[in-house]
């Protein structure tokens, strides 16, 4: 903070009162709020003087253009803090939030709205007017590497983690199908990457524009897209179609003629690839780094993308089917929020690790299956799974199987009773052998009958992760 409070006298002639924190945001900066002398400003201490430099530069231009942004009043000599104008506490993220947890944004919340994606276009056109995007970190344009990317980063983030099968080489071609379609789409704006409620401040009740430092040349259409379907805000059909013709009304200034029945086509084209970019990052934030509030936004991402397949993607047809599959998995569902315990039990590979907690809570039981009589050891029931009959009848014929799940039984019932006297909503339950193929799903099957016959009011789902199945008993 040492640098900051010199910035802060080295710009206003004298020490500064106070310096205290703000609340972290998604990246790795750290804010300070700086006051002393009637003056408060916001104090920026960054981990890359490339970004750092690139925020700092955009800014001057976006000003030269009266565009509404931060201006920088000073900056270390290594780019490594700066300071700039304080434009207060107010996100527009905040200001909507009671028509968010409501469900319906009321006419106040709609016109902040509308208002501030018609700003946009004039970040796009008139922001990348005499722009040298040679100063864009970390790339300068929006391009094939970007975007294969961020479909990479579903596909192993969240994809992979849905239990769907799913052909690579065919996937693969679709993406690249994509690929050239968004590119396709032209790309001669200001493309500022992270355009979203978080990052507009409302000064005096004006939008004001903030964190741009990773914007580049590219499409109109992605922060089109990236506002009006972001995941968590939820927005009605009905408001999201105000707010684009809001927009359309403001890019005509820029583009008179735009034709808008063939940006509409491309926006929803656009709309899916960022969404499966989010689902990209709530994956990794979630199942990685274990932040369950970026699971508990899956469902809202899949409800935009359950909604965009409706109506688009369709000349990309093993995606668009694959997709289609993926928003009907229940495990995507909204939480029933009907104060029921939810019992969660999956069958798994320890050579494929023990599976995330997907309701944020962590802990549960894992139980380990290989201490029983292996079917996967003989041939005949290599092909098959705990599911079938013969393997069934192998397992049995062992009784210690019984005494197995016997003792397995007495400590999840004791549990779940517990449970459900506290009123807790979740409980996971893992069974675990070599392949996740015989001894665990058996067990994991016999667990799920045995909860749903023996606790009539709670909830059962059964995951045999490493063979794609999936059931939910309701109470």
Not at 102 to 107: D, I, K, L, M, N
Not at 214 to 238: K, M, T, V
Request: proline share 4%.
């Amino acid at each position: 903070m040492d640098i900051l409070e010199a910035l802060f006298e080295g710009f206003s002639g004298s020490a500064p009162s106070s310096c205290v924190p703000l609340a972290a945001s998604g990246s790795n900066r750290k804010y300070y709020r700086l006051t002393g002398e009637g003056l408060s400003v916001v104090g920026v201490i960054g981990t890359d003087p490339d970004e750092n430099r690139a925020f700092m530069a955009l800014s001057r231009h976006f000003r030269d253009k009266g565009l509404n942004v931060p201006e920088v009043l000073a900056s270390s000599a290594d780019s490594m803090a700066y300071i700039q104008t304080d434009l207060g506490d107010v996100r527009l993220y905040d200001a909507i939030s009671a028509g968010r947890e409501a469900g319906h944004y009321s006419p106040e919340e709609e016109r902040l709205l509308c208002r501030t994606v018609a700003m946009l276009p004039d970040f796009q056109w008139r922001g990348a007017e005499g722009l040298d995007f040679g100063i864009c970190y970390p790339e300068p344009s929006f391009d094939s590497r970007l975007v294969m990317a961020d479909l990479n980063y579903f596909k192993y983030c969240f994809l992979k983690t849905s239990l769907l099968e799913f052909n690579e080489s065919r996937l693969q071609d679709d993406f690249e199908a994509l690929c050239s379609a968004l590119l396709a789409c032209g790309g001669d704006c200001f493309l500022y990457r992270d355009f979203q409620a978080r990052n507009v401040m409302l000064c005096d009740g004006v939008p004001y524009f903030i964190d741009f430092q990773g914007g580049r040349r590219g499409p109109a259409h992605y922060d089109l897209a990236s506002f009006i379907w972001q995941a968590r805000s939820a927005y009605p059909e009905e408001l999201k179609e105000k707010m684009l013709c809001a927009y359309l009304d403001s890019a005509r200034r820029h583009l008179p003629e735009l034709d808008e029945v063939a940006f509409r086509r491309e926006l929803d084209l656009f709309a899916i690839f960022r969404t499966l970019q989010v689902l990209g990052a709530y994956g990794f934030r979630g199942y990685v780094e274990k932040k369950s509030h970026f699971l508990e936004s899956i469902p809202y991402a899949v409800d935009n993308l359950r909604v965009l397949l409706s109506r688009a993607g369709r000349e990309f047809p093993y995606l668009h089917s694959l997709l289609s599959r993926l928003v009907e998995l229940p495990r995507y569902a909204h939480p029933s929020g009907d104060g029921r315990l939810t019992v969660t039990i999956y069958s798994f590979s320890y050579r494929k690790g023990i599976p995330e907690d997907l309701s944020g809570n962590g802990g549960g039981y894992v139980f380990d299956c290989r201490s029983l009589n292996n079917p996967g050891r003989y041939e005949q029931y290599r092909s098959l799974t705990g599911m079938d009959a013969e393997v069934i009848r192998f397992i049995e014929e062992d009784a210690e199987v019984f005494s197995y799940l016997e003792h397995v039984y007495a400590v999840v019932d004791t549990h779940v009773e517990h449970y459900v006297g506290r009123g807790f909503t979740s409980l996971q339950l893992c069974f675990g052998c070599t392949g996740g193929r015989h001894r665990s799903v058996y067990c994991a099957s016999r667990m799920a009958e045995h909860l749903v016959s023996a606790h009539k009011g709670i909830r059962v789902r059964l995951i045999h992760r490493e063979q794609g199945f999936e059931k939910t008993w309701e109470p």
